[in-house]
């Protein structure tokens, strides 16, 4: 299994004129790390759920934003 | 025949908040560069040359972002309908009133109109099908930040949706470039 | 109505990208047939109703010739 998001902690400068973002995230969705899709994914059980989350299969669903939602603030 | 069109899209479009100005965000994949109209041309214009097999892929899924675009411009046409010149010069769109009144135009939000030079068709398989995976994972970044701006919940379920569906995209063409990798179903003998 | 339909033709488009890659997935195909099988039979449903979802011959017309009706996807 892989996450979704990843994090990363940028350089701050003494200098800095901005109160500054201590934390950073970015996307790392699920095509990433499938080269490429097995036969025989599971799928959600209805036609109405797989559109809703816009794919079929449960495993290439990506949330946006991130449910996570770390501070991202200083 | 070639295409055809349906009554219908893809996904509900539902707009609860009266805020024009979300419409200057979302023009940028209208007309804009990662935008919808961007793939479909650059899609339906490299399948002439791309090996046979992967073809149909990229008929398909530029039959599916022209259907996309029809959604964005449901988006736009719904927040700036009903708006009155000073709810437009409120929300910026002032420039685009005194050329266009409310009709949309394929430009990105920063009024720069669309061009061919947007899209890239190399010859090369290889080549043409990072450009369309890169095109793809653009267009998500490009539906995160509009989401990021944007405060109407109704109108960020459809974002996510079409979000979600460059996704799905980026794994087709990944898997389109393993194909014709063509070594799947190589056996290997030591 | 509508959802329904726009639900079974959303699963048909994901199964068409997955199959134009995964060319002899049986299952799959199995699943595509299906669910094209609904799609059409929601369809007509549908347009007995509404009129017409496509042109160009692809739906039949009432009289006086209703594709031309609204309203239009981007209106609804």
């Given at each position: 299994m892989?996450?979704?998001?990843?994090?990363?902690?940028?350089?701050?400068?003494?200098?800095?004129?901005?109160?500054?973002?201590?934390?950073?995230?970015?996307?790392?969705?699920?095509?990433?790390?499938?080269?490429?899709?097995?036969?025989?994914?599971?799928?959600?059980?209805?036609?109405?759920?797989?559109?809703?989350?816009?794919t079929?299969?449960?495993?290439?669903?990506?949330?946006?934003?991130?449910p996570?939602?770390?501070?991202?603030?200083? | 025949?070639?295409?055809?069109?349906?009554?219908?899209?893809?996904?509900?479009?539902?707009?609860?908040?009266?805020?024009?100005?979300?419409?200057?965000?979302?023009i940028?994949?209208?007309?804009?560069?990662?935008?919808?109209?961007?793939?479909?041309?650059?899609y339906?214009?490299?399948?002439?040359?791309?090996?046979?097999?992967?073809?149909?892929?990229?008929?398909?899924?530029?039959?599916?972002?022209?259907?996309?675009?029809?959604?964005?411009?449901?988006?736009?046409?719904?927040?700036?309908?009903?708006?009155?010149?000073?709810?437009?010069?409120?929300?910026?769109?002032?420039?685009?009133?005194?050329?266009?009144?409310?009709?949309?135009?394929?430009?990105?939000?920063?009024?720069?109109?669309?061009?061919?030079?947007?899209?890239?068709?190399?010859?090369?398989?290889?080549?043409?099908?990072?450009?369309?995976?890169?095109?793809?994972?653009?267009?998500?970044?490009?539906?995160?930040?509009?989401?990021?701006?944007?405060?109407?919940?109704?109108?960020?379920?459809?974002?996510?949706?079409?979000?979600?569906?460059?996704?799905?995209?980026?794994?087709?063409?990944?898997?389109?470039?393993?194909?014709?990798?063509?070594?799947?179903?190589?056996?290997?003998?030591? | 109505?509508?959802?329904?339909?726009?639900?079974?033709?959303?699963?048909?488009?994901?199964?068409?990208l997955?199959?134009?890659?995964?060319?002899n997935d049986?299952?799959?195909?199995?699943?595509?047939?299906?669910?094209?099988?609904?799609?059409?039979?929601?369809?007509?449903?549908?347009?007995k109703?509404?009129?017409?979802?496509m042109?160009?011959?692809?739906?039949?017309?009432?009289?006086?010739?209703?594709?031309?009706?609204?309203?239009?996807?981007?209106?609804?």
């Amino acid at each position: 299994m892989f996450t979704q998001y990843k994090y990363w902690y940028p350089y701050v400068s003494p200098h800095d004129p901005c109160p500054p973002i201590k934390i950073k995230s970015y996307s790392t969705p699920p095509q990433l790390y499938i080269a490429f899709q097995p036969i025989g994914l599971p799928q959600f059980p209805t036609a109405k759920e797989a559109l809703m989350h816009g794919t079929l299969w449960p495993q290439l669903y990506s949330p946006y934003p991130n449910p996570q939602k770390r501070n991202e603030k200083s | 025949m070639v295409w055809y069109y349906e009554k219908k899209l893809q996904y509900p479009v539902k707009v609860s908040t009266c805020n024009p100005m979300l419409a200057k965000y979302l023009i940028e994949q209208y007309g804009g560069a990662d935008g919808e109209l961007a793939a479909a041309l650059r899609y339906m214009n490299q399948r002439y040359t791309l090996p046979d097999k992967v073809v149909g892929l990229l008929t398909d899924i530029a039959t599916e972002e022209l259907s996309h675009l029809e959604m964005i411009a449901t988006m736009i046409y719904k927040l700036t309908k009903d708006a009155t010149p000073e709810q437009l010069k409120a929300a910026g769109l002032a420039d685009h009133y005194v050329n266009h009144d409310k009709a949309l135009f394929y430009q990105n939000a920063s009024g720069v109109p669309f061009t061919a030079s947007y899209i890239q068709a190399k010859g090369d398989p290889i080549a043409d099908l990072y450009e369309d995976i890169a095109a793809e994972e653009k267009a998500r970044a490009t539906y995160q930040w509009i989401i990021d701006l944007s405060d109407d919940p109704d109108l960020n379920d459809s974002l996510k949706f079409l979000r979600e569906r460059e996704i799905v995209h980026s794994l087709r063409f990944r898997e389109a470039v393993e194909i014709l990798k063509e070594e799947r179903n190589t056996k290997k003998f030591f | 109505m509508l959802e329904e339909i726009q639900a079974i033709d959303f699963v048909i488009v994901e199964l068409n990208l997955y199959l134009d890659t995964h060319p002899n997935d049986f299952e799959a195909i199995k699943q595509f047939n299906d669910f094209t099988e609904k799609s059409m039979k929601l369809k007509i449903q549908f347009e007995k109703k509404f009129g017409p979802l496509m042109n160009f011959g692809k739906s039949f017309s009432n009289y006086p010739f209703n594709w031309v009706d609204t309203p239009w996807p981007w209106q609804v």
